[in-house]
């Protein structure tokens, strides 16, 4: 044997290393032949290496142990001191069996060390600066905004085309839109200033645009929007 104890990552995998190099099954190895490789290579170590082999040499007696107790035929259960480990055939294959499925754990392990490695990891950021922030507004709204929704119902009126042709001469009334106006509130509660609108002309625009002036004026309703260029709502007070 030509080996290197720098080669291995203990005395178990060694004495595993000799059981696959002889082609046996662990659960039915030659034990004496193995303790023989095992003692063979151990003698083989130079003398400035013990340090490093000490525990190398702890199996080794261990194993010399064990063999002297299979050449004097002794039982399993004969009493021993609990200064060794290893005081059967079973006890050894136990030991390489158990190490032999932490050899195969960590061949696992490495695998998957190998292919995250292939994965790249971002460190979280703060991403607050890329989140819209909502601007509240308080619940009492100045007429002024009722008179930039009446600029935008305009704008709606000059894309939209004619749904009622027939010339009138009927006039709005403020007093008729006040009336309309409650009955949208006492039935929804809550209405949009845009639902008031059955159509979109300028005589009932200025008439709804006075009617709820004047409603505010007597702090009939109140009106709320949630945000900047949202709606405007109607609620009764």
Not at 56 to 73: C, D, G, P, T
Not at 143 to 158: G, H, V
């Amino acid at each position: 044997m030509n080996l290197c104890i720098n080669d291995f990552e203990g005395p178990l995998d060694l004495l595993l290393h000799l059981v696959k190099t002889a082609k046996m099954d662990i659960y039915t190895i030659d034990t004496k032949y193995i303790i023989d490789k095992y003692l063979e290579f151990i003698s083989t170590l130079p003398k400035d290496d013990l340090d490093e082999a000490s525990e190398y040499l702890v199996m080794a007696s261990e194993l010399i142990h064990l063999k002297s107790r299979l050449l004097l035929n002794l039982d399993d259960d004969t009493k021993e001191d609990n200064e060794f480990s290893i005081n059967s055939e079973e006890d050894l294959k136990n030991k390489l069996l158990e190490y032999e499925r932490y050899q195969n754990i960590t061949g696992i392990f490495k695998e998957l060390e190998e292919k995250r490695s292939e994965f790249y990891t971002k460190i979280p950021e703060n991403l607050s600066e890329f989140i819209e922030k909502e601007e509240k507004l308080e619940e009492k709204i100045d007429p002024e905004l009722l008179k930039e929704a009446m600029i935008e119902l305009q704008k709606r009126m000059e894309y939209q085309k004619p749904v009622n042709t027939r010339i009138t001469k009927r006039e709005i009334s403020v007093e008729e839109r006040i009336d309309k106006v409650r009955e949208y509130l006492d039935t929804r509660k809550k209405v949009k200033f845009t639902d008031l609108f059955e159509e979109y002309s300028k005589e009932e625009v200025v008439a709804t645009f006075l009617a709820i002036l004047d409603m505010c004026k007597n702090n009939e309703i109140k009106l709320t929007q949630k945000e900047i260029f949202g709606d405007i709502l109607i609620e009764k007070v």
